[in-house]
């Protein structure tokens, strides 16, 4: 899937997609309450009322920059809370150089945020060791999030993911530590959205007029826009963010700002009643 935004390109390269098994995630999310808004069928549920969900990368390219926005599970890691996250083995790179994207064309690498499902492809196995995937690239942090997890990773499965796939980034020098709000090129604009982490951030894009929302995992599901306080099980805090969603979505709900999930494609905020629902791209 590919959107264009200005000068900016955007490419969705997924990794994998599942539909239903997502009640670990958004417990509230049954099929009798996704069934109550027809306006998720077929993009986002089935006619059964299970989730549709994917975890991708996106790529974004601007006239000076190929960037890649979260890197997904990765391969050959171990130690992660979801079985079939465990010993992957699949060809995401060619995927990646399939759509136009070889590892070694990619200049940056920003992570929303450092869950095991937005690093893993940060780094590869090679001889035992683990080493940066895209060799040529920054990889931008947001500071307080890698602050965040660099002295509370004591849970097994954080202290895996940040052990397998982010601290190698630091030790090869290419980790790049900035605000929540960063300007990260002239077109891209980080947007402070804590809540489902300590440091999490999504990303503005503007380019001739023309705007567009990576929202990270503010949103799992866009029955979040429907329900903004059905907060994730994985959320750091729930409270603050429901309240993130809702401030996000009320900035852009009603504009014709593109807007891509962190587990879900492309489409357009509206306000309903005093909640929002989402218009999917065809």
């Known amino acids: 899937m590919q959107w264009t935004v200005g000068r900016v390109r955007i490419t969705k390269v997924n990794e994998l997609e599942s539909v239903g098994g997502t009640r670990f995630v958004l417990p509230q999310a049954s099929r009798e309450e996704i069934q109550k808004l027809p306006w998720l069928i077929p993009h986002y549920a089935n006619d059964e009322g299970q989730l549709k969900m994917s975890i991708h990368s996106l790529l974004v390219e601007t006239p000076q920059h190929r960037i890649i926005v979260d890197t997904g599970l990765g391969n050959d890691k171990q130690g992660r809370g979801v079985p079939i996250w465990n010993n992957r083995t699949e060809p995401f790179l060619e995927w990646l150089t399939e759509a136009g994207f070889a590892p070694e064309t990619i200049d940056t690498v920003l992570c929303t945020h450092l869950h095991v499902d937005h690093v893993g492809w940060n780094t590869r196995l090679v001889g035992g060791q683990w080493v940066p995937t895209f060799a040529k690239a920054r990889y931008v942090f947001g500071k307080a999030e890698y602050d965040y997890w660099r002295d509370n990773s004591i849970e097994p499965a954080h202290a895996a993911v940040f052990a397998d796939s982010v601290k190698p980034i630091v030790d090869a020098g290419k980790a ?4 929540s709000d960063h300007r990260l090129t002239e077109e891209i604009t980080l947007i402070p959205t804590p809540g489902h982490s300590f440091g999490h951030m999504s990303v503005h894009i503007k380019s001739d007029g023309q705007d567009a929302l990576l929202t990270g995992d503010v949103a799992h599901h866009p029955c979040q ?5 059905w907060s994730a099980t994985p959320d750091f805090d729930q ?5 993130t969603r809702r401030e996000l979505f009320s900035r852009f709900a009603d504009t014709p700002t593109l807007v891509i999930g962190g587990h879900f494609g492309a489409g357009h905020l509206k306000r309903d009643g005093d909640a929002f629902k989402y218009v999917a791209l065809a």
């Open 176 to 179: 790049e530590l900035v605000a």
């Open 225 to 229: 826009m429907a329900h903004p306080d």
């Open 239 to 243: 409270k603050q963010s429901a309240a």
